[in-house]
């Protein structure tokens, strides 16, 4: 019995030291896990309109769109609007007809990865149903696949 009674535990410092030590790792891990989750879930895109004019041409107008993706997701532009009218049925009262306003935008829509910068070329026609004329400010709004709207106020030359 002697024997027992001269044996010493981990002193109360010593164990509280290791437990402190034991929390914070822990604690350093779960955080990092969540860290890799959370980026996961919270992925968004946002393009910027970074410039936009028009130029006249004949016919119409030529209006060059530079756009960046800084968001940290991916977008794809689905549809271009002028004035709230897709670009497609802008100049006819039923169908488009060749010549007439139209951007270079797929019809699969223009993908942006994350920083990835790109130049939309839109061309409205003037006359027919445009009441468009030098002078207006149109409203150009791009949509995207996310359902967000990137809007542009130019000025017909």
Known sequence: MTFMRERKAI???????????VAITVAVGVSYWMGGI?????????VEIATGYAQSITGGWNITISVKNSGSAAATITDVF????PID??????LPAAGTSTT???????????????TIYVVIASGGTSTLSSGTTVNIKLHSAGGMDYIKLIRLP
Do not use: R
């Open 38 to 46: 959370s980026s996961q879930y919270t992925q968004f895109e946002k």
């Open 11 to 21: 002193s109360p410092v010593i164990a509280t030291v290791i437990l402190v030590a």
């Open 89 to 94: 049925a802008y100049d006819s009262k039923a």
């Open 104 to 118: 270079d935008v797929p019809a699969t829509g223009l993908p942006l990865t994350t920083g990835q910068e790109a």
């Open 82 to 85: 002028v004035n709230d009218v």
